[in-house]
């Protein structure tokens, strides 16, 4: 008669084994075919979500910022309370991804209604350590329940990254310019229109047209860079929705996946044997800022110039 299989009552082999899974989760969920699957959750009220994500995220970078140097001068209490500030807005497909995670990862049982702190607090870690108190026991669960939020927080950091690098890609080939993003991007489109529409209303013809304007340049109005401007980022809102299942399966091949997964296998740990050690690093969301930061730069240059 075969054995069911037994969780692990030590904390150290219940986050080995979990350790373990994370090749197996990250194949299955993170392949071309499983990213797919996931971002199938994205149709509907996530692409109404993608737009206000992209407000919020410098906002969530700024406080994460703000945090790790409270953390830097030691106030670790103010900078956990920040911890707890998640401004990004839950999505079907950040859920779906939680979900993997507590069930695939972490080998916690799925059930209706349960909050990710609850099901954490029945881990063996917890459940099996008589010397912790209810109230102990909860706040090592919260813990790992907002690392868990700060982890599915990174994908929307990526995906900007990934619709970053694609409008980088679209300038370069359309204009022969950086773009990194909506606001130095937005005036080369607005005046290739303006161009083309000047050239076409031109009396003598095109050909005559494209000869005068090509020395006498126009360019588009103010109003008509901030129309295609907005155009442009609800757009871009709309495709980082999307961007993961272009991103998923390259994080997969370099490993990042991987590696990303182990250091939350990581911070779970310590949140739950109540190490008070840094948390779980979003790294990704200051990466998505240096584009943001780099896209108004240039859009200043371009304006004062």
Known sequence: MQREATQ?????????????????????????AGSARLHRRALGLDVLCAPLNVVLAPLHAL???????????????????????????????????EEG?????????????????????????????????????RRRAERAATTIKTYTGTRSAVAEITTALLTICFGAWLFHRL?????????????????????????????????????FPVGAAPLAIVTVALMLIVTAAIVTAFAGILADPVQTRLGVHQARLRRL?????????????????????????????????????????
């Open 8 to 32: 692990p009552s030590e904390p150290v082999d219940y986050f080995a084994e979990a350790r373990a899974r994370v090749d197996g989760h990250v194949a299955s969920t993170f392949s071309l």
């Open 63 to 97: 406080l994460s910022l703000v945090a790790l140097l409270l953390r830097m001068v030691r106030l670790r209490r103010a900078a956990g309370l920040l911890g707890y500030v998640h401004l990004i807005l839950p999505t079907r497909t950040a859920r779906a991804v």
């Open 179 to 215: 773009t990194p993003g909506m606001l130095s991007l937005a005036p080369a489109l607005a005046d290739t229109y303006a161009l083309d529409a000047a050239i076409g209303n031109f009396p003598l013809g095109r050909g005559l047209g494209g000869l005068w304007y090509g020395a």
């Open 101 to 137: 995670l507590l069930e695939h990862v972490f080998a916690l049982p799925a059930g209706p209604g349960r909050s990710i702190a609850g099901r954490f607090a029945e881990a063996p870690p917890l459940r099996a350590d008589a010397s912790l108190s209810e109230d102990e026991t």
């Open 265 to 305: 296998v990581t911070a779970v740990e310590r949140d739950m044997t109540g190490s008070d050690t840094a948390p779980f690093a979003a790294r990704e969301h200051l990466y998505a800022r240096v584009f943001d930061i780099a896209d108004i730069a240039g859009g200043l240059f371009r304006h004062f110039r």
